[in-house]
Each structure stands twice: as C-alpha cells, then as structure tokens.
C-alpha cells in the first residue's frame, strides 16, 4: 500500500511536473477504459522525469509508464500505483538525421519528415500513439518497421541516461530490448532517414492515411490490431500447410486470417465488439469495460489454440490487472 501522503508531497515538489490524484485512466487510453490510478505525474523534462522515477523507486510502490495509451488495456479497477507519463514532444532535423523526443505524437513526425523529402517513416502515416511507444514496440506498416530508420536511441536505464546505437536496441518484429527491459525509459530517438521527393512522399501517404482512417476511423476507441501477425517461418508446419499462399504477405501472415477461420468477426461481449470487417480490430462501441475485452481477447486466443494448436500474441499491454 501507498504512504500516499508523503509520497505525493514529494511528487508535488518537483518542478515542471503535473500531479494527479485518482486520475481517471480513460482519459488517457484510446479504449476509453480503465479505472483510475492512484497517483498520475507528466512531465517534458527529463530532470524532473528522472527525479520522479527515483522517488517512485525509492517508496517501493508500483508504478508503470505510459504513452497516448494507444496500446493500453487498464483495469476497471484502475492502478493502485503511480502512473508516470513523459511529454516532451520536440522534433529537429540535421540534414537526414531527425531526432525527436518520445513525448512527440508519432503523426507530427512523419509529417515533419514528409515535408521535408526524407523517406523511411512515411508508410507508418496514421499509426495513433507517442515516438517513445513506438520504438518501445518498434511499429511498423506497409513493409516497413521504425527499427529499420532508427540511427540511435537515447534513454534513461535508472541511474544514468544512455545512448544505444540501432543493433544494441535488440530489434526484431513489434519487440526491442526496450519491451523486455521494463524499467528503461526512453526519451529521444534519432533516425537516419533518405532523400526522397516531398510530393511523392506525401502522395504515397495521403493513400495510406486514406485506406487506415476507412479501416480504424479515428474516433473509433480501439486499438487498431489486437494480436500480432505471425511470421510464416515459425508457424508450425502442420499450420503452414493450411495457409494459402497469397495470404502470406512480406513473411507474414495476419492475425486476422487465423481469427477468421475461428468466427472471430462481428463478435460482441456487451459493448466490447469485434469488427465485422475486419477480425484483428476490437473496439468499445460505447460502455465497453475492461473485463469484457480481456474476455474477448482471451476467447479468441482459446479459439485459436484449440483449433490451429498455437497461441496469437497480443500487441496491447495490460495495466493493473
């Protein structure tokens, strides 16, 4: 249990740093769902980051960090802990070297490098979420990942701030060494991007923003695919015998397909829905609560497992479940 009091008093002293008590956690997921967290505290700046974490550490009491919450699924119950959020949002440009802060809104800077004929990040036009959220997970679409731009990532591991280069981040497909190393926090990335033409750029991207508003509109509270895809090569082989060829996409194979064959589609548990297009898509079409998603998620995991003999992987997180 919290000594909430000094604790908050402690929190409340640090300069440039909002503090909240009983902070509704649905206002920052893009399910629109959770309780609250006990203790809730942003901040841009990397000292009073580092001087919260400390604290939080020091006291012994849970805590999490969190993005936009694009990928948060939080409990009813909310988080009796401290949730601690960074917002720095900067953005600059040397030749075709970007760095961007991980507060900054994954959209702005894919615009920022669009506008300025540097080719690398703009397929991943659309994708909801902060630049630090997306390293973490290392985001990707269209045939491309962030990992294969990212030049350097600056971060904090606890007791001093870091630099890893892109082979130290340990990337692979939607996973860094960042994902595995919880209590590391990132605060900058640096990409290392190619010349291309701004008016190319952005026509390939105005289409992919075009085709993702239609299949996630953005007022729709979810959080784009649930599960992973999978890569072909690991399926097991009784499994990669069912697949048709032209599912397999780049190496892939989409979660949607395996769900499909399992009914996943048009599937409502109350106000938690799976899209009736579209079978890696759950969304809260009102009053959704968490339960009823982490049901749902976990009946169609049963359904897969049961039926092709291996488990899909979810790219949400859970908090305080």
Known sequence: MLDSAALVNELFAIPD???????????????????PARIFLETGSETSFMQALQIVERSETPFVVIGAGTNLIVSDEGFDGVVLRFTASGIKAEGNRVT????????????????????????????P????????GNAGAYGRSISQSILSVRFFDGSAVRVFDNEQCRFRYRESIFKREKGWIIFAATLELEAGDAAELHRIASGIL??????????????????????FHE???????????????????????????VGAKGMKNGDIHVADYHANLIYNAGD????????????????????????VEEEVQYVGF
């Open 235 to 261: 399926l097991p082989e009784a499994v990669k015998a069912m697949v048709p060829e032209k599912v397999v996409i780049e190496g892939k194979v989409p979660s949607a397909y395996f769900l499909e064959q």
């Open 210 to 231: 075009e085709t993702r508003n239609r299949k996630y509109p953005p007022t729709m509270k979810c959080a784009g695919s649930i599960f992973k895809n999978l890569l």
């Open 288 to 311: 959704g609560t968490a339960a009823q998603l982490a049901a749902t998620i976990s009946e169609l995991k049963r359904r897969v497992l049961e039926r092709f003999g291996f488990e």
């Open 100 to 127: 961007a802060a991980a507060g900054a809104v994954l959209q702005n800077l894919v615009d920022f490098t669009v506008e300025r004929g540097l080719a690398g990040i703009h397929t991943m036009t659309g994708i």
């Open 129 to 136: 979420g902060f630049v630090g959220a997306a390293v973490y």
């Open 17 to 35: 740093s909002q503090v909240l008590e009983e902070a509704p956690l649905s206002r920052y997921t893009r399910f629109g769902i959770g309780g």
